[in-house]
């Protein structure tokens, strides 16, 4: 089974978290599947709130309504993928740069479920270099303190968040306590925010295997 049938696994069995009414939805390949699944039951939902422009763009051509945060109140679910969880369900997000707004519609979600394909999970993060959305100003001086704290920034080049900003990828970290480093960035001036979503991590991991879509709950 190639990585993209184990991502499209994952993203059906999402499917069964989806009680009608809105669905926040998150960005990227898994994604994608998720929501060519969601445009088959779109009649059972109100509506989807986007975590960026090319899952907005994706939805509205399947004919999925998509509403603005400011105009819903909270959301019963999210749904959205990672580059790599541990067993606490801690995350690396950011991969495809949606970072900042993933991060703002899993707060306004009651239930997070993460999908992914099986490679995602990890015993300790950091191989994939973590991402942060930084104000372009502020680029040189958030990369010397990523460097104390010892990781090897580098610069997204090309890439525009959007929200305007850039990215610095951190390569070179092993994260024993993301929630820690997860304060310790975000307070850096210039960070828009860190792609650790460890302090509101998920509520269930879905990983796409070769024996099935296998469900986790946090250790
Ligand atoms: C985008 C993300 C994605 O969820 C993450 O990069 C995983 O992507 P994919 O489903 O393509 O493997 O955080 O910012």
């Not at 990585?3 to 069995?13: G, S």
């Not at 990227?28 to 509506?47: C, M, P, Q, R, Y």
């Not at 399947?62 to 019963?76: A, H, Q, T």
Request: charged share 25%; hydrophobic share 45%; net charge negative.
């Amino acid at each position: 089974m190639t990585q993209d049938e184990m991502k499209r696994l994952a993203a059906e069995a999402a499917l069964d978290y989806v009680e009608g009414g809105l669905v926040g939805v998150g960005t990227g390949s898994t994604v994608n599947h998720f929501i060519d699944f969601l445009a088959k039951i779109k009649n059972k939902i109100e509506g989807a709130v986007s975590s960026s422009e090319a899952s907005t763009q994706r939805m509205e051509a399947l004919g999925i309504r998509v509403f603005d945060l400011n105009e819903v109140g909270d959301l019963s679910l999210y749904v959205d993928g990672a580059d790599e969880s541990n067993h606490h369900l801690e995350l690396i997000k950011g991969g495809g740069g949606a970072l900042t707004r993933e991060k703002i519609v899993a707060a306004a979600s009651d239930k997070f479920v993460c999908i992914a394909d099986g490679s995602k999970l990890v015993e300790v993060m950091g191989r994939f270099p973590l991402p942060v959305e930084v104000i372009p100003m502020a680029r040189s001086y958030v990369a010397r303190e990523l460097v104390k704290l010892g990781g090897t920034p580098v610069w997204r080049q090309g890439l525009v968040t959007d929200n305007g900003n850039v990215i610095l990828d951190v390569e070179g970290l092993a994260i024993h306590q993301p929630r820690e480093l997860e304060q310790l960035i975000n307070n850096i001036p210039g960070v828009v925010t860190v792609g650790l979503f460890a302090l509101r991590g998920a509520d269930v991991l879905i990983l796409g295997t070769a024996a099935g879509a296998r469900r986790l709950e946090p250790v």
